[in-house]
C-alpha cells in the first residue's frame, strides 16, 4: 500500500510503499466503551465494523501507529513495513551549457559537486552521486539553465520562505520523516521527539505539507526557520555531550533500584511477622549502604540520596477479612472500576482490577477490608522503610505538562470518577476534590504528560 493524505479530503494517494500488519486483542477491545482509536486516526483508517462490532483498520493504514497509542487496553498491535523514502534522481548536468561558474558549487549544501576538467570538454561542474541528496539547489541557482532536476516531485518554491515544524501542533506521528525525499532534511529532536527541519537541506517539495494530519508544517520566514532550527539543534548538541553521564546514572539508578527491592523484600517479611494496627517502620541506613557498596562501583553515602529515594512506593495491598464481611454491598456501590464481587451472603471478592483507590476500605462500617503500603521514605538524613495501613481514600499530587499536552482527551475519556475535563479552549482542567488519584491517566496517556508525584 503507498498512502499520502490530501489535506482537503483526507483521500489517500500514492507515494510510498507500505505494509501495515496489524492484531486487534477483542477480548481487551470489547472493555473500552469510549474506544479512543476511533478519534485518533487522521485518515479515518480505524472503524468500527457495525456487522459483527469488532475494531478493524482499512487498507488506507500507513502506519502512524496514534490508535495504538491511543488504546487504553494495549489491544492493538501495529506491524508496519515501509519502503525507503522516495527520491528524485541525481541532477544531469549538460556539458555544453555548463560554463563552470561555481554557482552550484556555492550553493550544494553537501559538497557534493565540484568543478572538472577532463580534456574531452570545457571545465564544468560534476556530481557525486553518491553524497547528492537531490535537494535540487544546485537547479535553483544555475544561470544557464545546464541543470536538469526534478522529474518525480513538484519543484513549488515560494521566495524567500521556508519550510518550518510547528512543534506545538505537532502531534509526533512522523509522517513528515516517511514521506520527505532529501535525506538530511528532517531529522527528530532527541529533547522532545518531535521532527524540525534543516532549511539548508530542505528541497521545499511540500510533500511533507500535504502528509502531516495535524497542518503542523508550514512556510516561514527564512530567518525564523534557521533560529528554529539553530536552537533545536543546539539542545541536541548540549543533549548528545551529557549522553554518556546519563547511561552511567541509568545504570546507578538501577542498581539504586534493586537494592532498594532486595531490602524491601527482607524487611516486608519482618514485618509480616509483627502486630501492628496503623504504622511501623525501620531504619535502614546500614543496610542500604552495605548493599550500595556492593552494587555500586562508587561508594554512596545514605544522605547524598535520600532525596532522590523521597517516598519510593514499593508495594499496594488489599485484602478481605472473611470473619467480619456481611457482602452488604457498600463496597461495591463505591468501588470506581468495578473490581468488587458481590455473592452474598459469601464474603465479597476484590479482583485485579482493583485500582487501590482507598474507597472500599474508607466506607467499610466493618472493617473488613484491609490495604496497606510498604514504602521507602527519606526523615532528615536518614531512611526508612515503612509500612502503613490505609484507612481513606489515597491522596498525591496531580502534574501535567502543557508542552507535552496535545489534548487529546484520552484521559478525559477513560478517568473513572470525572475528574479531568477538556475545556473549550483545548485544555485539560483538573478537579482535585473529585480525583482519586489511581494513576490510570498517567498509565494510558500517550504522551507521557501526566504525572502523579508525592503519590501515597
Known sequence: MSVMIDSYTKTPRPLRHVDVEYVIDQTRCAKCEEKPCLQSCPIDAVYLDESDGLIKLKNTCFGCVLCRNACPHDAIS?????????????????TKLCKACGACVQACKNGSIHIVSDGKHEPHSKIDKDTCVRCGYCFRVCPTDAIKYGELLPKTVKGGKAVVVNQDKCIGCMTCTRVCPSMGAINVARTNKLPYINPGYCARCEECMHSCPSTAIKYSSRKKAYKMYSEIKSFDIVSSIIDYDIKRLSLDLISLNKVLEKVGKEIALEF???????????????????????????????DKFTKLVGSYLMDRNIEVYDNKCIACGECYNVCPVGAIVVNGPNPIEITDDCIYCGKCVEICQFDAIGAYDDYFYSKDSDLYYARSYLYKQRIGDFSLSSDKCQACAICVKNCPVDALALTDDDKIEFDGEKCIYCRNCEEICPLDAIRIVNFR
Open 78 to 94: 501495529l506491524d508496519v513495513h515501509m519502503d525507503p523514502p522516495l527520491k528524485e534522481n541525481v541532477p544531469n548536468i549538460n
Open 272 to 302: 509480616n511477622d509483627q502486630t501492628f494496627e496503623n504504622f511501623i517502620e525501620c531504619k535502614v541506613n546500614d543496610m542500604m549502604e552495605r548493599e550500595l557498596k556492593i552494587s555500586l562501583s562508587s561508594s554512596i553515602e545514605i
